[in-house]
């Protein structure tokens, strides 16, 4: 295990249930955000994510949550993800633990690759848990978006003495549409399952407040920690493999380097076409056999 710190913003580089049990504190986080590996054999970084069994993975998901919930404030939330086969066992476990307030679908748009024999998955579910149903954080009007009844169409709501306008924001309903980062997107980063800053955003802010810790036990790009970062909120990242480590070190700016390496974003293929391209195409030769750049 390492750690690496900076300010307000703590990285673990380790394995989740280890750091979680030997090095968070019981009742100190604001909010827990828990993308997992999902157990459907996807490659991370050379290595695949892929338990013997359904039991097997079910049974290493439900330490790590025994964990988050203890490590949570008596007012805390809980965000959790899981892959849609995985979920109902998931939400049959925490809610015996913790209240579900909202069951999210984080819908997103397939760009053309879909099944053809079946109904492809084209959404990623998200549980919604707290400690305490009547003592949680929850920031509505840092949240509400657009209502197309009040904002769009200007429907009268006769119900009201007088009548007025419907509301023209609202606060989002549990179908959530934000794009899924994409390769040629400014914040991708070389991950498979790489989340949103939008969903992250939305998460950070509505259930927690400036100054509060937010918790990433599977850091990954760590984009939960960099939201936070910017909305000024304290966080803590694990992870366990060291690549993704060198992104959240870089993405967090808690140092330049790692192990002797300079850390750089590394250049998607475009982005080297493109500078090899301008290099191709714009030398040209003088005469007396010099070069310049148009």
Not at 81 to 105: C, E, G, W
Not at 206 to 223: A, M
Not at 232 to 237: A, D, E, L, P, T
Not at 262 to 281: D, G, V
């Amino acid at each position: 295990m390492e750690l690496f710190k900076k300010g307000n913003h703590l990285i673990y580089f380790g394995d989740a249930i280890k750091i979680l049990k030997e090095h968070i504190q019981n009742s100190t986080i604001d909010l827990i955000f828990a993308d997992p590996p999902y157990n459907i054999g996807k490659k991370f970084n050379g290595h695949k994510e892929e338990w013997g069994s359904d039991e097997e993975y079910l049974e290493w998901c439900y330490s790590w949550i025994d964990l988050c919930i203890e490590k949570l404030k008596p007012n805390g939330s809980f965000y959790i993800m899981t892959s849609t086969q995985f979920m109902p066992y998931f939400d049959i476990y925490i809610k015996k633990r913790m209240f579900v307030l909202s069951r999210i679908v984080w819908y997103y748009d397939s760009s053309g690759v879909q099944a053809k024999n079946y109904y492809g998955s084209m959404y990623e579910p998200i549980l919604y848990c707290v400690k305490d149903k009547n003592n949680y954080t929850f920031n509505t009007n840092d949240i509400l978006v657009e209502a197309r009844t009040g904002a769009t169409r200007k429907l009268i709501d006769y119900r009201k003495n007088p009548p007025q306008i419907y509301n023209s924001k609202k606060v989002p309903g549990n179908v959530w549409e934000f794009p899924r980062v994409r390769y040629r997107m400014s914040e991708y980063e070389n991950h498979p399952t790489q989340k949103p800053i939008t969903l992250l955003e939305r998460i950070i802010k509505s259930s927690s407040n400036e100054g509060d810790i937010v918790l990433d036990p599977f850091s990954g790009t760590f984009t939960t920690s960099y939201v936070a970062s910017l909305l000024n909120r304290r966080s803590i990242g694990i992870e366990l493999q060291d690549e993704y480590v060198k992104i959240g070190l870089r993405r967090l700016k808690i140092q330049d380097e790692f192990n002797g390496e300079i850390l750089k974003k590394e250049l998607r293929t475009f982005e080297y076409n493109k500078i090899m391209e301008k290099a191709n195409y714009t030398l040209f030769e003088k005469p007396d056999g010099e070069y310049f750049y148009e």
